[in-house]
């Protein structure tokens, strides 16, 4: 292969009235109209992370300004909350909704979503019921009560305070949080830490705060290095190994070499690299590749290289085993365990033919090439930080950070007891680490941040998931809402098998180091072939992610997606706005099961039935892919019955639009707007319907095959500009964040 809790979706058979940009909630009480779009600088970076610097993005889900923030109270204000009886209120039970779109007849001079959306990322203000506990990471104490006046200091404590409150919950249990968090270990949350009786436990920023929970290290006692290039250097504990760096909440790169030149090859799909801009006299030399820079042998500690390559969907980071003196020449060999590894996936990708040490893209991680401002090396060494600081940087008062845990908050439950009901909202999660590449074998990507490895000659086909600054597992019930995930070595939001009435929205998650955010299982035999009996226990369904903006991921595995889905069922992805990623935006499906044409059957490969009830809608998507091949804007795998990708603009790519690839099928795309993209379309499935989208004069590449059934029939030309700008204007984040760049309308 290459890739909401549910009463928040609503599906509307929509009589076709005149073009609109309101979207009419049906699960809250007021209608929520949909933010003019305006275009707005790219987002600058999180200042320096302390509770008063780090702005958080407006979250509110109408034009009106926002009102000013209301302060904590101060213990002389409030008096500490006392338990409250009252009757037990019944929680708000809404029918779960089925998303299989009912179809609305073409007009192409109009342009209504198949699913409406409610508005979900409105602030989260406790019921007067609720039960309200207190953490301030500096002025509290653990030894108190958790009220205003007398605040818990630690999350661990929190937690367990909370926990024996749980099982006899008649309201929300809210923990305000007030500061800056560092942990120290991840916050572990099991099935007795989520909600009971159909109440959440939430954890969110006080009243006019903006809580931080952080896995970074801060560097202090900075001193000047070496003058003549401006590099500095600061001590840090012993046994780290980070690299992740961040100097005022902007991310800095490892030293390295230039990039190599990458060239497109469209008859094959494919980018290659020419190195010889970085590397005199560059050529391959078996399984290696030489160079007449001999400068290489003088480094202190070339057994910390490491080759950077960029091929296809590829971008393998792989160790320096030596470097062989050939006389006039050098040649750079890597483990023979990531060479055995490399050598099946570059006959994966494109046959033995393909030498893959052609494609070598940079070299990282050396003093010696420490030569540009926002450079750094860590020698691991002698535990020093060397930098070149940036233009304004000033090192004696930066705020530099490393990432240091990889997770800041797991939650897992089981087949048997899950867990549930928990909220998070309005908290900035920042600063992770995740160090993959420091193996034997390298990482050795596989597709959409998986990646092959385990040790062994022969690695897993499947692929190892990376991990996540988020991680849920067997979570149902959960909602991630308003929240900030940023500046992390990973993942940002990752929910994995038996993902049930899932919500993620409001968020800006934006410089992963891998993928943005991640829902539904990839697990061949857990998530696509589940036995009859645990089919309803580990999959995942009813979930949506909506109004999120996600940018800039891939910082560092190139290969990384924007918003992954995997195998699941009646979850709508929607109102997203995915930009500037080096590879694929949306990736929709995994597994290259074709299942036959009756797309009713069942079959070994779909023993219980398909995906059903899957929607794309009204994202808008710009320059993605920006650098590797065979990917697209808006990319799918496997047999998914009626999935709607519908109302999506999408306007820049280095590769395809819309790209269904081997087993897409029962897929129907539609009305969606595609410009300044290398092609608009890839289609290599069955029973696919692509029809009445707006396209740009780029060409398209159709593999459908009448016996096989679909529709390929774009019908551009008569598709009015009226239905263009109405997509444009529908389509992108709702919710009013500052810092977005929204198409113009």
Known sequence: MKRGISWLMVLC??????????????????????????????????????????????????????????????????????????????????????????????????YVPT?????????????????????DAVNGSDSGDGSVSSPWRTLEHARAAVRPLIPSMKADIVVNLIGEFVLDAPLTLSTADGG????????????????????????????????????????????????????NGVRADRAATAKAKVSYDSSRGACFTDASNIFPGFDQYGEGFSTTDRSYLSFAHPEDLELVFVWAWHNPRVP?????????????????????????????????????????????????????????????????????????????????????????????????ATIEHLRFDSLDFLYTEWNPAARPEGHIDIQAGFYKGDGKKVATTAGIRPTAALMFKYAHYISIVNCTVAHVGNCGVDFNTSSQNVTIAGCHVWDCACNGIMLGGHDDTVDFRPSKSSLDKVRSTDNAIIDNYVHNVGAIFYDSVGIVRGYAYNTIVAYNTVRDNPYTAFSIGWGW??????????????????FTGNAVICNYIAN????????????????????IIEGNYINGSTEQG?????????????RNVLENVVRNFVVRGQANTVKANYISDAPYESALQPELGGVFDVNYANCSKSIRRSVIRSCGTRVAFDELAHPAG
């Open 13 to 110: 058979l929509l009589a076709l009235t005149a073009c609109t940009q309101t979207v009419e909630p049906t699960a809250t009480p007021t209608a929520t109209p949909t933010v003019a779009p305006t275009a707005t600088p790219e987002p600058t970076p999180i200042p320096t992370p302390t509770p008063t610097q780090t702005p958080a993005p407006t979250l509110t889900p109408t034009p009106a300004p926002t009102p000013a923030p209301t302060p904590v109270p101060t213990p002389t204000q409030t008096p500490t909350p006392a338990p409250i009886s009252t009757p037990t209120p019944t929680p708000i039970s809404t029918p779960t909704p089925t998303l299989t779109p009912t179809p609305t007849p073409y007009n192409p001079d109009q």
């Open 196 to 247: 009971s009786n159909g109440f959440d436990v939430v954890y969110r920023s006080a009243d006019g705060q903006r809580a931080i929970v952080s896995g970074g290290t801060r560097v202090t006692g900075w001193s000047l290095y070496d003058a003549s290039k401006n590099i500095w250097s600061a001590p840090v504990p012993a046994g780290t190994n980070s690299r992740n760096f961040f100097v």
């Open 658 to 670: 819309i790209y269904l690839d081997n087993g897409s099928n029962g897929i129907v795309v539609r």
């Open 115 to 135: 699913v409406i959306v409610p508005d979900v990322v409105s602030a989260y203000v406790p019921a007067a019921t609720a039960r309200q506990f207190y953490v």
């Open 624 to 643: 993605s892919p920006a650098l590797l091949a065979d990917g697209g804007s808006i990319y799918t795998l496997g047999r998914q019955q009626d999935m």
């Open 593 to 610: 099961g074709h299942g036959g044409v009756d797309m009713n059957a069942t079959t070994d490969q779909f023993p219980y039935g398909v």
């Open 320 to 416: 320096v085993s030596q470097i062989v003196d050939l006389g006039g020449r050098i040649t750079f060999r890597t483990t023979e365990l990531a060479e055995s590894i490399l050598i099946g996936q570059r006959s994966h990708a494109y046959g033995d033919d393909f030498n893959m040490y052609r494609s070598i893209y940079q070299i990282e991680n050396a003093y010696e090439l420490l030569d540009a401002p926002g450079e750094f090396y860590l020698d691991t060494h002698t535990n020093t930080l060397y930098y070149i600081p940036r233009s304004g940087e000033n090192m004696t008062s930066a705020d530099t950070v490393l990432g240091r845990l990889e997770t800041l908050v797991s939650a897992v439950g089981g087949r048997v």
